[in-house]
């Protein structure tokens, strides 16, 4: 079994679940089924096109897929997979805070 | 309000001066409205005008925040062109609604801090309490 854990950000569709275990060969196939599983995750972790979602940031273990094989990446019995969200912004023009 | 202790501020602050003249960013962990942990990132934009948190130093923020028992509570970075407001790109790309987003500007001799939440797209200012503090926090150094 694969354990996904699953940000803060992200657990209001996991009725508040901070992992998830599922049985998966690949990250793709690890996502999907924890979309099966929480259906409002749809369209989050992996986008329209079937891949993974720019503002989030997916790991195997220690590892970024984006520098392995994305969601095609294998995974273990006992890997982790953490979805993390895409931190980043910084300035331009300015909007007053309200 | 997000209570800042004032080792963290100066960690903070420092890392932005040290990241210039790109931005600079990092993470805070904590409880809710306290920061008690400064995680220094990356910033894998490398740029003047844009910021990306280095994911890896996320995941290892993210990982000692839980084992302390913690959790990431907000993001930190710095403008060094404009003033300490939100740009349009921060509000957009804001993760989290729970989170803190604090902004360091360097754009005037004197830099300056202040502290906002974002949520449903608004950017709201949020009182920003630097509290005494001994040393600094131990947080991972990236």
């Not at chain 2, 990241?19 to 904590?30: D, K, N, Q, R, S």
């Not at chain 2, 490398?46 to 084992?67: F, G, I, M, N």
Request: hydrophobic letters at 40%; one cysteine or more; proline letters at 5%.
């Amino acid at each position: 079994m694969t354990i996904i854990k699953v940000p803060a950000v992200l657990r209001t569709q996991t009725n508040g679940q901070s992992s998830v275990e599922v049985s998966a060969r690949t990250v793709g196939e690890a996502l999907r089924t924890l979309v099966d599983i929480y259906p409002g995750l749809r369209g989050q972790v992996v986008d329209g096109e079937g891949e993974l979602h720019r503002f989030v940031n997916v790991y195997v273990n220690d590892d970024d897929v984006r520098y392995l094989a994305k969601l095609g990446t294998e995974i273990a019995d006992g890997d982790t997979i953490t979805i993390l969200p895409a931190v980043a912004g910084g300035d331009g023009p300015v909007v007053r805070a309200g | 309000m997000i209570v800042l202790p004032a080792g963290l501020y100066s960690e903070m602050m420092a890392h932005c001066l040290r990241g210039l003249p790109e931005e600079a960013c990092g993470l805070l962990g904590g409880h809710g409205d306290v920061a008690e942990v400064f995680y220094p990132a990356g910033n894998e934009a490398r740029s003047a005008r844009l910021y990306t948190v280095e994911p890896k130093a996320h995941l290892l923020a993210d990982r000692d925040a839980e084992e302390r028992g913690m959790a990431v509570v907000g993001v930190v970075h710095s403008h060094t062109h404009t003033e300490a407001y939100p740009s349009p790109i921060d509000v957009d790309q804001a993760v989290d609604p729970s989170w803190h987003y604090l902004i360091a500007s360097f754009c005037r001799v004197m830099p300056s801090l202040r502290s906002y939440r974002i949520v449903g797209g608004a950017a709201e200012e949020e009182e920003l309490r630097i509290v005494a503090t001994m040393g600094g926090t131990g947080g991972l150094h990236g």
